[in-house]
Every structure is written in structure tokens, then in C-alpha cells.
């Protein structure tokens, strides 16, 4: 099955903004746990931001939260996530992800991910 493919990122100035978007080809987006997930040098997959299937209501980590805003276009079957107040820590990898539905009903794990993108670069410079 296709891979969700990012888009966006790139290097900004902390407190800045950026926007990262993920096409899902073979995914309805509606449908499935779409999730996106960062990762630093030598630190662990977090997830940063999931559209919960079904909803409307996402969720956010909580280092992310009142900063970024996660966003679905049914008609595209795109994801979206618009980045703003930037720190140098949310420098990362940031990954698309597509689950089943159950992998909203907690907060999602990494584990429980068997789409992946290829990731985009984001750094926030000080």
C-alpha cells in the first residue's frame, strides 16, 4: 500500500512558523488515525499531533499544544500541520503516520503505526 508523502518544513528563526502537509494516497484520511509524529538526534518517536477518525476533536501533545494545530482536507485527503511560535526544541524529523482507528484510542504509539512517510526536516534557530 502507498505511503503518506510530507511536504513543507525546512529552517525558520524561533518564533516563527511553518506549515508540513501530508498527502495519504490510499488512506481516507476521515478514516484513519493520522498522526504526526518528530524525532530528535538521539531521542525517542514522539508523537506530536493525531486527527482522531471520525472526529473533529485532535490531539496534541502537550509541549505542542496552543502552537500547533492539526487539520484534515477530506476533499484532497491531505493532513495538515501549521506550526507556529516556534522554540529550537521542536527542532526534528517530523513524520506522517496512518493507523487504524484504534490507534487514536489512546494516545498513539509509535508501535502501532505500520504507514509511514519519509520525513521532513524542520529546524528553529535561536
Known amino acids: 500500500q502507498a505511503r503518506p508523502v510530507e511536504s513543507g518544513g525546512g529552517s525558520v528563526q524561533a518564533g516563527g512558523s511553518l506549515r508540513l502537509s501530508c498527502a495519504a494516497p490510499?488512506?481516507?484520511?476521515?478514516?484513519?488515525?493520522m498522526v504526526w509524529f518528530r524525532q530528535a538526534p538521539g531521542k525517542a518517536r514522539e508523537g506530536v499531533a493525531a486527527?482522531?477518525?471520525?472526529?473533529?476533536?485532535?490531539y496534541y501533545a502537550d509541549s505542542v499544544k496552543g502552537r500547533f494545530t492539526i487539520s484534515r482536507n477530506n476533499a484532497e485527503n491531505t493532513v495538515s500541520l501549521h506550526m507556529n511560535s516556534l522554540k529550537p526544541e521542536d527542532t526534528a524529523t517530523y513524520y506522517c503516520?496512518?493507523?487504524?482507528?484504534?490507534?487514536?484510542?489512546?494516545?498513539?504509539?509509535?508501535?502501532?503505526?505500520?504507514?509511514w512517510g519519509q520525513g521532513t526536516q524542520v529546524t528553529v534557530l535561536s
Open positions: 503516520a496512518a493507523g487504524p482507528a484504534r490507534a487514536c484510542t489512546n494516545w498513539p504509539s509509535p508501535r502501532d503505526f505500520g504507514a
Open positions: 486527527a482522531v477518525p471520525g472526529s473533529s476533536a485532535p
Open positions: 490510499g488512506y481516507t484520511v476521515w478514516n484513519f488515525c
